[in-house]
């Protein structure tokens, strides 16, 4: 027992990073930890690069992988050892584990991690690369990053993934990007080769793989600004879309603020959600939207922002709004005049949650100004007119004009 009382805490659960030179790069204090280990998990990969150390029992991942997390809780307060590729917290098993263990009943001793490898290899500052893990996640997720002159750092699934890397870089007008790939870092098997993204034809490539991209623009290229209110052109869309300007202002009136999940009711072509999702990568989003061309039409536009994140709910409000985890925030860019709508997200929100709607018929003003009437918050009028051809002059030809109530929950 402490002086305070309180029992110790006994570190159960040590976590060792290991990389492709298997026991030549673990420290005394590691090698000794698994050599004393009695049970040691780790993928089939960790276990037979530190065999030679290992004396106890050994348990290989298990699919689904949560059974392996359930047998490590098991013997809680016991000693275990859990083999990781390099950096456990980058994208690791660290983090899975830390989900379920306290802090102070585990260790971790890291090794470096594919990142940083890299980096070293290519003499590249880290802290000025974009580093992204397409390790079983979409490869979508590179989109945002790709800004010329950008470096960028991405972790594979296998290795059919730097040939596809390859073919989004060409298909969206970065053909001409430098793709370095590392295959093995660290191991005999290391090998690191040059190549232009557009030709990219490598047929035999190690499955443990980093590519390394120095982005290069055409002149076409697919570039996603880094403000608000994006060309509605990137948009695939019938038209019903909240147009740029508007857009803009309904993104700094959301106020997006890291790790908070709007519901984008009435979502049309996803263009609100999806500049909410690219505010940060914690950002959350559900695009709820009635009509099936439309909810698929969303789906296609979140993975080309690369947001594939981004949930949609094809069926229409009140009734989809049922199940869907809280908000911290609700966009009403269409069917809010509907019986039960605006209710229903009012009634959705905790106290401090945000609320905007947006307004361009007559009914839904309506529900607007009595809605402001009732409950306070902001009503503002968006008008914006456009240069034209009037015969063989130029003229201003405004658009609809929107009425636009921001509220927050008391």
Not at 50 to 62: D, M, R, V, Y
């Amino acid at each position: 027992m402490s002086n305070s009382g309180s029992a110790i805490i006994v570190s159960w659960l040590t976590i060792i990073g290991i990389g492709e030179d298997g026991v030549a790069g673990l420290g005394d204090e590691a090698k000794r930890l698994i050599e004393a280990a009695p049970v040691v998990f780790g993928g089939a990969r960790h276990i037979e690069l530190a065999a030679p150390l290992i004396k106890g029992e050994c348990h290989i991942w298990q699919s689904p992988f949560e059974k392996s997390v359930e047998a490590i809780l098991a013997r809680r307060g016991s000693s275990v050892v859990v083999l990781a590729s390099g950096d456990p917290f980058l994208f690791g098993v660290g983090a899975t584990l830390a989900r379920r263990v306290d802090a102070k009943e585990m260790r971790t001793i890291p090794a470096p991690s594919a990142f940083s490898l890299a980096a070293s290899r290519l003499s590249w500052a880290l802290q000025e690369v974009a580093t992204v893990s397409l390790h079983g996640r979409p490869l979508d997720l590179i989109r945002p990053h790709l800004q010329p002159g950008a470096r960028v750092l991405a972790l594979t699934s296998d290795e059919n993934g730097p040939k596809a890397l390859a073919e989004l870089l060409s298909g969206s007008g970065f053909g001409r990007s430098q793709l370095t790939l590392l295959e093995a870092i660290g191991g005999e098997r290391e090998r690191v080769s040059r190549h232009i993204a557009a030709s990219f034809a490598l047929e035999q490539v190690d499955a443990l793989n980093v590519c390394a991209v120095e982005v290069v623009a055409d002149a076409d290229a697919r570039i996603l600004p880094l403000a608000s209110g994006l060309d509605d052109r990137l948009f695939e869309h019938d038209g019903q879309i909240t147009k740029r300007e508007v857009r803009a202002l309904t993104l700094s009136a959301l106020a997006p603020r890291k790790g908070e999940l709007l519901w984008d009711i009435g979502a049309g072509s996803g263009s609100v959600a999806i500049e909410w999702m690219l505010a940060d990568p914690a950002m959350r989003a559900v695009a709820v939207e009635a009509s099936s061309e439309r909810a698929q039409r969303i789906g296609r536009n979140a993975a080309r922002f690369g947001v594939p994140g981004l949930v949609v709910v094809e069926g229409e409000a009140p009734d989809a709004l049922r199940n869907l985890a809280r908000p911290d925030v609700i966009f009403i860019g269409g069917g809010g005049s509907e019986p039960g709508v605006m209710d229903a997200a009012v009634a959705a929100l905790s106290p401090g949650g945000r609320l905007v709607a947006n307004a361009v018929t007559t009914e839904m003003e309506a529900v607007l100004i009595a809605h402001h009437a009732r409950l306070g918050g902001s009503l503002i009028r968006i008008d914006v007119a456009r240069a034209a051809p009037v015969g063989s002059m130029t003229g201003w030809r405004p658009a609809m004009p929107v009425t636009q109530w921001s509220w927050i929950k008391a």
